[in-house]
């Protein structure tokens, strides 16, 4: 089992930033890919970021590339997304999972096997 926990959720106005954290605790490993997902209301959950076990690989959604950046501690079991200059439809509730079969990043829902109970994030135009 792995437990996932996340914080840094909030509401900031537009072109601000946010930096999201993910706690992992239990049957923890470097290699396990994990990856940022987002649902707003209304929608579809969505891939945002993922980074590779240990951390050589990221992988974004175009429309945060060069806005949000993902990254890991495999010292402190905690992965972060640095989220600049952000926009109102960045506004959803944000979840953080792993995949502890692939060291890879997949960009599906169904490759996570262990999600945490998400944070929100609120952007005022």
């Known amino acids: 089992q792995v437990q996932l926990v996340e914080s840094g959720g909030g509401l900031v106005q537009a072109g601000g930033s946010l930096r999201l954290s993910c706690a992992a605790s239990?049957?923890?490993?470097?290699?396990?890919?994990v990856a940022w997902f987002r649902q707003a209301p209304g929608k579809e959950r969505e891939f945002v970021a993922g980074i590779s076990g240990i951390g050589s690989t990221t992988r974004y959604r175009d429309a945060v590339k060069g806005r949000f950046t993902i990254s890991r501690d495999n010292a402190k079991n905690t992965v972060y997304l640095q989220m600049n200059s952000l926009k109102p439809e960045d506004t959803a509730d944000y979840y953080c999972?792993?995949?502890?079969?692939?060291?890879?990043?997949?960009?599906?829902?169904?490759?996570?096997?262990?999600w945490g109970q998400g944070t929100q994030v609120t952007v005022s135009s």
């Open positions: 999972a792993a995949d502890t079969d692939r060291g890879y990043v997949s960009l599906g829902l169904s490759a996570y096997d262990y």
């Open positions: 239990g049957r923890t490993s470097v290699r396990y890919a």
